[in-house]
């Protein structure tokens, strides 16, 4: 589906995530996929749908910002009206973060605030947590700690390894990601003041899907 909503996809790997987007009938254009890695097979899957790529190698930049302000020069030649991180394996700069304020977000695999970081589904089953889930939340300079928009609850099972419990997960991911999307591209859900706001109204907490 093409609209006047411009979505960029920043990605570092398999890219089910972004194959998620590009399954659901999103009410955006979704202009671009870069990635920083050049064996990613989310810029196949881009190709396939065809949605120009781009790699931008970060191993060839001797800093942090200077690979930051090339790709934010590559984003804004499609002027994106939001940009997606869709596993996308790398920490932002302050000065980025702050150039997307309000139209930056991530997809985390935890019921954020907890288990912020890396390896959360094998830290939630060593700390016998009765639920997990996924967040989709705005990047602010915190890593893993902007406001939450949209979450996904389910149990962990006493039959789950960290394998399955990463499916069943991503499973739901590739559900709320494009809902969150969504509610972006139809103007309900704003950052204001770091506050996020749906449908004019200050929420007081994310919205959450329960699988139970
Ligand atoms: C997802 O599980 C997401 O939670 C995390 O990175 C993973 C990306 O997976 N941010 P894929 O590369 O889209 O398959």
Redesign the pocket.
């Known amino acids: 589906m093409s609209t006047n909503y411009r979505i960029v996809v920043l ?9 998620s987007m590009i399954d659901t009938e999103l009410p955006a254009n979704i202009c671009a996929v870069i990635s920083n890695k050049p064996n990613a097979m ?1 810029l196949a899957r881009a190709e396939e749908a065809s949605i120009p790529t781009h790699l931008l190698d970060h191993t060839l930049y001797s800093s942090r910002e200077a690979f930051d302000f090339d790709l934010q020069g590559l984003i804004d030649q499609y002027q994106a009206d939001l940009v997606v ?3 996308f394996m790398r920490i932002l700069s302050d000065g980025f973060v702050n150039h997307y304020s309000g139209r930056l977000i ?4 935890s019921l954020l605030p907890n288990y912020k970081g890396m390896h959360t589904h094998q830290r939630v089953m060593d700390e016998g947590e009765p639920l997990h889930g ?1 967040s989709v939340h705005f990047v602010n300079s915190e890593l893993d700690g902007g406001p939450v928009v949209l979450q996904a609850r389910l149990p962990v099972l006493p039959s789950d390894t960290v394998e399955s419990l ?1 499916l069943r ?2 499973t739901k ?1 590739h559900l709320i990601y494009p809902t969150a999307i969504t509610w972006l591209a139809e103007g309900r859900i704003e950052l204001k003041d770091n506050e996020v706001y749906m449908d004019g109204k200050k929420m007081t907490g994310p919205v959450v899907m329960d699988y139970m």
């Open positions: 990605l570092s790997g398999s890219g089910t995530t972004l194959q989310g991180l869709a596993g991530n997809i985390h695999p996924s990463e997960i991503k991911e």
